[in-house]
T-cell receptor
Framework: GDQVEQSPSALSLHEGTGSALRCNFT?????VQWFRKNSRGSLINLFY???GTKENGRLKSAFDSKERYSTLHIRDAQLEDSGTYFC??????????FGSGTQLTVMP | GALVYQYPRRTICKSGTSMRMECQAV??????VAWYRQSPQKTFELIAL?????????EQNFTQEKFPISHPNLSFSSMTVLNAYLEDRGLYLC?????????????FGPGTRLTVL
């Protein structure tokens, strides 16, 4: 929705490289989730953050409620990382507000 | 772990007919369930929030008359799309959450993809 700006909308990476996705929020958010939509259409939970940073393998996410943004860093990208990534913050109720998604393509 | 199943995964219905989809939480108690829709070329939008033993809250542009929801227990929810038309096509996701206060993590099923002919 309009409360969430996700960028970039599309990203191409060569295997072994890395980059970052970002979501900016127009209002204060209480928490954020990051998902990856796989080739079968399923939403895979990557991170849930109420503050600070979390790391899981080659992925790292940060959430700053005060500065109104969250990031997802990918390092050493692999082919299987390809897919659409969504951030989805929640503002206070547990309703998630989805970003528009980032289509990531990892190339050999 | 927390798993959410949705059935059917894909369905096709004729314009003006109705279609029911189901959501099953396994491994946790889904006290709250949210239904979302991703229409073609759009991101996910919330249809309604359902909490067991509470009234279902529908978002603007979505109504109980069009999308009746049942959430009879802590593991199951269903939603029907009544009188489906072309604009109702898309991927319908069920997101379930355990007790834990506001903003707790949600787990999603794989979705039901609805095609309307």
């Amino acid at each position: 929705g309009d409360q969430v700006e996700q960028s970039p909308s599309a990203l191409s990476l060569h295997e072994g490289t890395g980059s970052a996705l970002r979501c900016n929020f127009t209002t204060t958010m209480r928490a954020v989730q990051w998902f990856r939509k796989n080739s079968r259409g399923s939403l895979i939970n990557l991170f849930y953050l109420a503050s600070g940073t979390k790391e899981n393998g080659r992925l790292k996410s940060a959430f700053d409620s005060k500065e109104r943004y969250s990031t997802l860093h990918i390092r050493d990208a692999q082919l299987e990382d390809s897919g659409t990534y969504f951030c989805a913050p929640s503002s206070g109720s547990w309703q998630l507000i989805f970003g528009s998604g980032t289509q990531l393509t990892v190339m050999p | 772990g927390a798993l959410v199943y949705q059935y059917p995964r894909r369905t096709i219905c004729k314009s003006g007919t109705s279609m029911r989809m189901e959501c099953q939480a396994v491994g946790f108690q889904a006290t709250s369930v949210a239904w979302y829709r991703q229409s073609p070329q759009k991101t996910f939008e919330l249809i309604a929030l359902s909490t067991v033993n509470s009234a279902i809250k529908y978002e603007q542009n979505f109504t109980q008359e069009k999308f009746p929801i049942s959430h009879p227990n802590l593991s199951f929810s269903s939603m029907t799309v009544l009188n489906a038309y072309l604009e109702d096509r898309g991927l319908y996701l069920c997101g379930a959450r355990t007790p834990g206060g506001q903003g707790a993590e949600q787990f999603f099923g794989p979705g039901t993809r609805l095609t309307v002919l």
